[in-house]
């Protein structure tokens, strides 16, 4: 009896085996200092202390802190039309236009 | 309307910069109003265009950090198609975008001032996966994957698919891939036929074609400051590459 273990079979050069099928999971981690740090629409969300803000124009999430919030809001308008979710009319921190914004606060 | 593509692969050497100074001449010889960028900091789509990055005063680090308009920096090249220019200082935009919120966007922000000069923004994406290259992606219609027919080409590819994916989730959901580009093509292979194959028949992409016959026509090209339509006219390369460009064309 071998005291060694049958090596796996390797595939053959040239072959596409190791290349995973299309539709496989992904393995990769959503660690934000990985690959997601190049977005920052990826971004931790909100903590304690912060919230995030949905823009209907730029499609961008950014994270404000409280009193950039109070900032924010002191020139807009909060309504529950016209879209659901999408409540307050402000001025975007990303884009810097005024749009339907989605406004979460941290937990 | 605009049509803003960008020719992105993480692998090296896949021909990226060929295909954008080949494409973006053989779209101006068809009369379209081509402006291309390049986003490498090894600034070999600006050396291609006849232009030393040695010598330039503003390139696309200054239009990215904000400090000139980007329409200051474009310069017209002999081959026809406007470009942006990048030197190694992009290098050193890469790290200070890097910690900046929307910083995604900052490239796409910088085209849409541009967008009505031009029918077609082609875009050189940089070697590797960076901020520039999402930066790309996400001001980008569309994406042209240039593959060279080889494993470590093909695994590329589902890498860029991945980001690709991450871009429509994150930041642009209405990017599109145009198709695989394959290049560097030694049809008498069966690894190249097989490949390409696969690479259809896994992912489901387009496969734009001709592909692009090995040769060192496309090669020499960069030495002359033009692209292989100009120093090799009649090759077959140049003949493949303008009839993607006109396949491109009539894909609108």
Redesign the interface.
Known sequence: MSPVAPRPQRPKP?T?DR????DAE?K?KADPQG?????????QPPSLGSASVDCTH???R?VVSLPQLLKLSATGVHAPLPKKGYKAWLKC???GERSWMKVKLGR | MTRTIAVANQKGGVAKTTTVASIGGALSELGQRVLVVDLDPQACLTYSLGLDSEDLEFSMHDVLLGRVDARLVVTDTEEGPDLLPATIDLAGTEAHL?T??????VLRSVLEDLAGDYDFILLDCSPS???LT?NALTAADEVLIPMQCE?LS??GV?QL??TV??VRR??N?DLKVLGVLPTMYDSRT??AR??LA?VEE???LAVMRPPIAKSVRPAEAPSAGRSVLATASGSRGAEAYRKVATRILEHA
């Open positions: 040239g596409f290349i995973p099928p299309a992904r990769a690959k997601q740090a190049l977005f920052s629409a990826a971004e730029c499609h961008r950014t921190p990303a884009c | 890097l900046r919120t929307g910083r995604e966007y996966l960076g901020v999402v494993t093909h695994r589902r698919l991945d994916e991450d994150l930041c959901r069966n690894l097989r490949t696969d896994r992912y489901g």
